[in-house]
């Protein structure tokens, strides 16, 4: 898919741009791809070690030369008017660090999936955000997160030092730049139109259900409760940070890792009995009963 990610950036209508490939992986075929675009705009880099998806963002950002930054993974894919819609509105307002859009979700062969678009747009409450300047998102961005800055965001370069970003976020390194973007009170620039595709496909590693994935929005909820810099929101964020230590809890009963997950659920428990009691009791069972009544939870 990497080939197609790459000609949806080298074929945008604004076209004073650098494409940085930062290769963390080991597939040969990679530096192949990149070599066959034929493209003095586009630059590989690979890193001489894995060093997983936060420190390979950071060494692409430290390289990057540009004014704005956009992140774009490799299954992925942009509209021909991606940067020519985002560019300007941070050109045009100083205090925004960061201009967003709508975005599609797409079927494994690239093709458009309308109805799950249109869910998703429903999900991250876009569709009732409106157009234009928000200032400060907070709410926006870590709260209802709906500023999407993996796939269909542009944002100021010099709004974020890349040594800033956090190894403890895990594959939740988005919402940590959001966070970033957002805590000193900044402006964020809305455009409605879709103009990103993010594919959905079974090879996807940043699947939302894993141990790392929840200890990762843990980490980043409880950092933000913790911020002074939040406190118009600090109620709201005590109450995401417990959600999010229940789904932690609940992803270690999927793993089978039952005591680690009693002990996040029990610091839950009096807080929220009505989501988290079924799990702490489920806890108590062994693994393999303890499993099998989750996935009846799951139905529930």
């Not at 949806?8 to 494409?19: C, F, K, R």
């Not at 975005?103 to 955000?129: C, F, K, M, Q």
Request: glycine content about 4%.
């Amino acid at each position: 898919m990497l080939r197609e990610a790459l000609n949806s950036a080298l074929q945008q209508t604004y076209p004073n741009i650098e494409v940085i490939v930062s290769d963390d992986g080991t597939n040969p075929e990679t530096p192949k791809v990149v070599e066959s675009m034929q493209d003095a705009r586009v630059r590989y880099r690979r890193n001489p070690e894995n060093l997983g998806e936060i420190r390979n963002n950071q060494a692409a950002y430290r390289e990057a030369q540009g004014k704005y930054i956009a992140n774009l993974h490799d299954d992925d894919f942009w509209m021909p008017t991606f940067l020519e819609r985002l560019v300007p509105p941070l050109e045009e307002h100083p205090e925004a660090t960061i201009a967003f859009c709508d975005h599609y979700i797409a079927n494994p062969d690239g093709s458009l999936d309308l109805e799950h678009t249109e869910v998703n747009t429903r999900r991250w409450r876009r569709d009732r955000l409106a157009p234009g300047l928000h200032r400060p998102f907070w709410r926006e961005a870590l709260l209802h997160e709906s500023v999407p800055v993996a796939m269909a965001s542009v944002f100021r370069a010099s709004a974020l030092d890349p040594d800033d970003l956090r190894t403890e976020a895990r594959a939740s390194y988005d919402k940590w730049i959001a966070y970033l973007l957002c805590r000193d009170g900044q402006a964020a620039y809305y455009h409605p139109e879709r103009l990103t595709a993010y594919r959905v496909h079974n090879g996807q590693e940043s699947a939302k259900s894993s141990v790392n994935w929840a200890a990762g929005e843990v980490f980043c909820a409880e950092t933000w409760m913790a911020d002074p810099h939040l406190s118009d929101i600090a109620d709201d964020l005590r109450h995401l940070a417990l959600q999010k230590r229940v789904d932690l809890g609940k992803e270690l009963l999927r793993s089978g890792r039952l005591l680690e997950a009693r002990k996040h659920l029990w610091s839950a428990l009096w807080k929220n009995l009505t989501r988290t009691v079924p799990l702490f009791t489920i806890s108590f069972l062994p693994s393999r009963i303890a499993h099998q009544i989750l996935r009846l939870h799951d139905r529930l």
